[in-house]
């Protein structure tokens, strides 16, 4: 299985601070995507970022990969309330199936 | 701003019977996907759809389960005989190339 697998599992901070999680996965990959989910809602695209880019940007969010160590990140810069939700990454082998990590729930304390 | 649209947000069911999700992707949108995610658990690949057939499916998507686009506008996921681990929230994506998904807001099947 090519699956990300996030971590840490969830995280903690207080608005105003950076949020950093992270992905592995086990194959190559096409590209690596990051979604939001709020709680019982649908899967909101954040970034994408190609296998042949190494960092992206997007407001807030900044995405990082590293192919050589399958990984990935994603740093949320001065949180908000409003970014309390599980983030996802999922990676693509083709171009018609996305595998997608357990997620990192992220709370935001005011 | 255009949006997947799912029906019906909420569906309880008996074992056995049959179910129909329905979804109407993005009007410009050419490849259509069905996931669900199980109540804490990760989002599964079910199938993926373009130029009218399935371009890729997962071992979930087993003999019980179907697809259809029966006109220019819906997407729709069957169930033919649901069994209670078939309770999820099964969740409608769309776009126009592969990369970027567009998801609905999901369709919650419980079976009981």
């Known amino acids: 299985s090519q699956q990300g697998e996030e971590d840490p599992q969830a995280l903690s901070i207080q608005e105003g601070e950076n949020a950093t999680m992270n992905c592995s996965y086990k194959?190559?990959?096409?590209?690596l995507q990051w979604y939001r989910q709020n709680s019982g809602r649908g899967l909101v695209h954040l970034i994408l970022?190609?296998?042949?880019?190494r960092e992206k940007h997007s407001g807030r969010l900044r995405v990082t990969l590293d192919t050589s160590k399958k990984s990935s990140s994603l740093l949320i810069t001065a949180s908000r309330a409003a970014d309390t939700a599980s983030y996802f990454c999922a990676t693509d082998a083709n171009d018609y199936k996305l595998s997608f990590g357990a997620g990192t729930t992220v709370t935001v304390r005011a | 701003e255009p949006e997947v649209t799912q029906t019906p947000s909420h569906q309880v069911t008996q074992m056995g019977q049959e179910v129909i999700l329905r979804c109407v992707p993005i009007s410009n949108h050419l490849y259509f996907y069905w996931y669900r995610q199980i109540l804490g658990q990760k989002v599964e690949f079910l199938v993926s759809f373009y130029n009218n057939e399935i371009s890729e499916k997962s071992e979930i998507f087993d003999d019980q389960f179907s697809v259809e686009r029966p006109d220019g506008s819906n997407f729709t996921l069957k169930i033919r005989s649901t069994k209670l681990e078939d309770s999820a929230m099964y969740f409608c994506?769309?776009?126009?190339?592969?990369?970027?998904?567009?998801f609905g807001e999901g369709s919650r099947l419980t079976v009981l």
């Open positions: 970022i190609r296998s042949n880019e």
């Open positions: 194959t190559s990959i096409n590209n």
């Open positions: 994506a769309s776009s126009v190339e592969p990369g970027e998904l567009f």
